[in-house]
C-alpha cells in the first residue's frame, strides 16, 4: 500500500508569519501618461550675471569762480536778449540820464554773451534776434512825451542814430557764430575721418 507523504509547512501558518517592514510607495507626481518616469529636467548650471550697465559719466561741475556757459535755443537766446536789454535800457534811462551812449556800450557783452551761449544746432538765429534785441531795450530810454506816436518817433530816430552800436554789435554776433560754425565742422571732419577701432 502506498503512503503518500504530507509535506510539512516551511513558514508556518500564516498568522505566525513575521510580516516584511512596507517600503513607501514611489510618488506618482514624476510619471508620464504611460506610466513611465518622466526624466527632470536639467539642473540649472551656474547663472550668470548680468552684464554691468554703463552709466554715463556724470557732467563736470563747474570750476569754482567760473563763468557760467548754458546753451540756450534760439527762442531761450532771443528772450535773454531782449529781457536783458529791456532791463539795461530801464538801467540806462534811470542812472544815465537815457543815455544811448551808455545804451550801445553795454549792448556788446550782451551780443557777445548771445553769441557765445546759443547752442549749436541754432547758432544762425543769433545774429537775427541781436538787432531786434536792440530795438526792444530802446523802448525805455526814448522820450515818449508824444504817445504812442512820439514813442514811436523816438525809436526810429534812435535807430538811425546808434546804428554804429547797431551793427557793431550785429557784426561780433556773427563773427563769433561763424567761427563757432566753422569750429564744428571741422570737429564733424575730423571725428568722420578717424579709422574705426
Given at each position: 500500500?502506498?503512503?503518500?507523504?504530507?509535506?510539512?509547512?516551511?513558514?508556518?501558518?500564516?498568522?505566525?508569519r513575521p510580516r516584511p517592514p512596507r517600503q513607501p510607495v514611489p510618488s506618482q507626481a514624476g510619471r508620464g501618461a504611460g506610466?513611465?518616469?518622466?526624466?527632470?529636467?536639467?539642473?540649472?548650471?551656474?547663472?550668470?550675471?548680468?552684464?554691468?550697465?554703463?552709466?554715463?559719466?556724470?557732467?563736470p561741475a563747474p570750476a569754482a569762480g567760473g563763468l557760467p556757459n548754458p546753451r540756450l535755443t534760439g527762442l531761450g537766446s532771443?528772450?535773454?536778449?531782449?529781457?536783458?536789454?529791456?532791463?539795461?535800457?530801464?538801467?540806462?534811462?534811470?542812472?544815465?540820464?537815457?543815455?544811448?551812449?551808455?545804451?550801445?556800450?553795454?549792448?556788446?557783452?550782451?551780443?557777445?554773451?548771445?553769441?557765445?551761449?546759443?547752442?549749436?544746432?541754432?547758432?544762425?538765429?543769433?545774429?537775427?534776434?541781436?538787432?531786434?534785441?536792440?530795438?526792444?531795450?530802446?523802448?525805455?530810454?526814448?522820450?515818449?512825451?508824444?504817445?504812442?506816436?512820439?514813442?514811436?518817433?523816438?525809436?526810429?530816430?534812435?535807430?538811425?542814430?546808434?546804428?554804429?552800436?547797431l551793427y557793431g554789435g550785429t557784426l561780433v554776433t556773427g563773427l563769433i557764430v561763424i567761427v563757432r560754425r566753422i569750429r564744428?565742422?571741422?570737429?564733424?571732419?575730423?571725428?568722420?575721418?578717424?579709422?574705426?577701432?
Open positions: 500500500m502506498e503512503q503518500y507523504r504530507t509535506r510539512s509547512p516551511q513558514y508556518g501558518t500564516r498568522r505566525d506610466g513611465e518616469p518622466v526624466r527632470s529636467a536639467r539642473p540649472p548650471g551656474p547663472r550668470r550675471r548680468p552684464a554691468p550697465v554703463r552709466r554715463p559719466a556724470p557732467a532771443g528772450l535773454f536778449c531782449a529781457v536783458a536789454m529791456f532791463l539795461l535800457g530801464a538801467l540806462s534811462s534811470a542812472l544815465f540820464g537815457a543815455s544811448l551812449t551808455a545804451y550801445g556800450v553795454l549792448f556788446l557783452p550782451v551780443s557777445v554773451l548771445t553769441a557765445l551761449w546759443v547752442r549749436r544746432g541754432d547758432l544762425m538765429t543769433a545774429p537775427v534776434v541781436v538787432p531786434i534785441a536792440f530795438a526792444v531795450g530802446l523802448l525805455p530810454v526814448v522820450d515818449g512825451e508824444g504817445g504812442t506816436g512820439g514813442t514811436l518817433m523816438g525809436l526810429v530816430t534812435a535807430l538811425a542814430t546808434q546804428a554804429g552800436w564744428l565742422v571741422h570737429r564733424r571732419r575730423t571725428a568722420g575721418a578717424r579709422p574705426p577701432l
